[in-house]
């Protein structure tokens, strides 16, 4: 009844938004520039991370110390970046030198040239060649120049966290997670069984998190969002099918998705720490954050590959750096060396695995995965199995399935796809009646139109 | 109230004298002096809404009409931006949801608080405390009021379907059925205004002289003809201002869908500014965000005008 709450939150929302939219190796003593240049940093943990806050200082020290001209300013945020203050940010000149971003909207930022082009400086970066390909193309633009806009910090793909303590419960064997979508069924049926509330796998459909989890179930079972020439939709087929009515079949008639529907990232996160949910579509970094921030325990989880993935696809994810387009060419090259030096380099920043075991901080979860068989990538396995702090082999079955699975990017459009094919994901789950074909039929129709617009 | 009211009011009308007296500049002076304080006021609110209310507006306009990346100038594309929006699969459903959702609001939240100012105007007991109660909700912040019912609708473990169990009645899918989800909208967003409209209505309620009531009760008229002969008659005014708010409150409805269902399901919660939401933050499309924002803009302004001129209409009663 009120206008003056309704009117403030339309106002926080979109007013405040419009207005601000308006407006080298650590060893290396090479300069980056002939001047004293500053660079600001997005992602620099926040006090209330302590001991990631240490890290990051002392990392900073070190980087100036061996580049005196470079005064690195780290911008603290959690999480790292919020992409609804991204436009206003970069609006209002308050967008970092180099700023955070997850995979998802790299493309996004590349098109609308939100992003500087790097390609001149990148090449300064040692461990270029070896970091991996795919990783890679996720910052090029999608134009054939091969012009590089940014450099990867995280890289993961998905695949099926379950809950280890769950699973025995329910008489089942931790060490030996499902590999078909039937035991998963089996599974899940048995886990819901051990009492209310009880969730045997849980999964998204609402706020374009349930697109993004069709795209990777369909991935893993050999599907595409998008034609090769990303043009049309290409999910409308046996495989979009099979994702839809395996989904229909656990919610409807083995009872094992709970009733609770319209999931969204915080909600699965928070039954997955809870202890009552048993599986979800997922990659390693969620039993990173159901640890720090959902009270579960890193030994009761486990990760496997997405069942019947094998030799096929896996959706990739991760984030990484870009650089601000109004960035100098001595910022951009003082960026390059901070962005090795702490990002990519063994030993080094995030990889300083002997430093985060001493603090206290988890070791041993198998991503970031920048630099796959590589020499760098052996390196940080040795690094990390030589430090493990958490236990290592409850990632095994993730790890040993990767070698016969192609990671694969996320669409053009993703989140104009997800928000499609929510309605899918969120009819199947709510609606007994939903008939997929209809579903998926209305999904491509809308899909074509936002990939017409696009090309 | 009274002094108060005199001490503003009696400066400005000496600042109403001829400031412009060849030979009293000191008048002026002195006049502008006595007002400083209010001037200091007046242009606290003006910087408050020029800077948060018209600059957004203006802003919103031309990015309507602009392709924008916050780095290039914008590139002006005329009417793109609408026709992109009117295009996509979403914006009908967007539109016929608020509409729904105003037309639910105006049946459930209109109605609810004045049956409440009515009853607890006609209360010899607890007044207060009953007052206190009602308008609880308007405290909490809305966030917090809505995570709360995101609780009681849980299917499983939720307050309404353990309260239908309990008069063995069968649960409710709330906010997961494409019949229910956006009238469980409605309720959270009625639960959560209603002490303010029923406090408003109360103040009016109490400013009908009680003559009348006893005229009416003479005539041998019940509770309800009292309330249909004299109230509703008397309130008039108030009722109309109050519907006129109401639609353009709830056409704005953002934070119920927004927290609540993600939009869902399938898509029947989504509303127009859900929508325009998706489109600035989501999907990085200012213009289209701005189109959609400045076509609502168009609709609520004719509300708004309706609103204002009751409204001074009632000022002038």
Known sequence: MTTTRRGLSLLLVAGLGLVAASCGSGEDKTPAADGPVTITVGCEPPKSNPKERAAWEEDVAVFQKAHPNITVEGKDAFPCINPDTFQAKLAGGTQEDLFYVYYTDVRKIIDKKQAADISQYVGSVGKLKDLRQDVMSVFKANDNTDKTYGLPRNNYNMGLVYNRKLFTQAGLDPANPPKTWDEVREAAKKIAALGPGYVGFGEYSAGNTGGWHFAASLYARGGSMVSDDGKTAAFNNDEGKAVLENLKRMRWDDNSMGSKQLLQWEDLMRMMGGGKLGMMIGAPDVVQSVNNDFKGKFEDYGVTAVPESDGKFSLSGGDGYMFNPKASPEKIKAGLLWLEFHELTPGQGQFNYARSKEQGRPVGLPIPDLYGNSAPGNEINALRKQYATVPVDNFTPYVSAQGNITNKLEPPKAQELYAVLDVAMSAVLTRKDADIDKLLSDAEGKANKILAKNT | ?317
């Open chain 2, 1 to 317: 109230m009274t002094v108060t009211q005199e001490r503003v009011r009696r400066p400005q009308a000496l600042g109403a004298a001829d400031p412009r007296s060849p030979d009293d500049h000191g008048a002026l002076r002195r006049a502008v002096g006595r007002n400083l304080t209010a001037y200091g006021f007046l242009c606290a609110a003006l910087i408050c809404f020029a800077l948060f209310s018209w600059y957004p507006m203006i802003r919103e306009i031309v990015l309507s009409f602009q392709q924008n990346n916050f780095v290039d100038p914008g590139e002006w594309v005329g009417f793109d931006n609408f026709r992109t929006v009117v295009a996509d699969p979403a914006f009908r459903s967007a539109w016929l949801n608020t509409a729904a959702f105003s037309g639910l609001a105006l049946v459930i939240g209109y109605a609810v608080p004045f049956v409440l100012a009515v009853v607890l105007n006609e209360l010899k007991h607890a007044k207060a405390y009953l007052r206190f109660v009602v308008y609880l909700p308007v405290m909490l912040p809305p966030a917090v009021a809505v995570l709360l019912f995101k609780w009681f609708y849980d299917p499983g473990a939720g307050l309404f379907n353990q309260a239908l169990d309990a008069v063995h009645l069968p649960p409710l899918s709330w906010l997961d059925s494409t019949s229910t989800a956006l009238i469980s909208l409605v309720i959270v967003s009625t639960w959560m205004n209603l002490g303010t409209g029923t406090l408003i209505y109360l103040a009016a309620l109490q400013s009908i002289p009680g003559d009348l009531y006893e005229s009416a009760e003479l005539d041998g008229a019940g509770l309800l003809k009292r309330v249909w002969h004299v109230t509703i008659p008397q309130t008039k005014l108030i009722l109309l201002v109050m519907l006129l708010l109401q639609i353009v409150a709830t056409m704005q409805v953002f934070i119920e869908p927004y927290l609540l269902t993600g939009g869902g399901p399938e898509n029947a919660t989504v509303t127009v500014a859900y929508l325009m939401y998706q489109y600035a933050f989501n999907f990085g499309d200012f213009g289209g965000g701005s189109a959609l924002g400045l076509m609502l803009m168009v609709v609520l302004l004719v509300f708004s005008t309706i609103y204002l001129r009751v409204s001074r209409e009632e000022a002038e009663r």
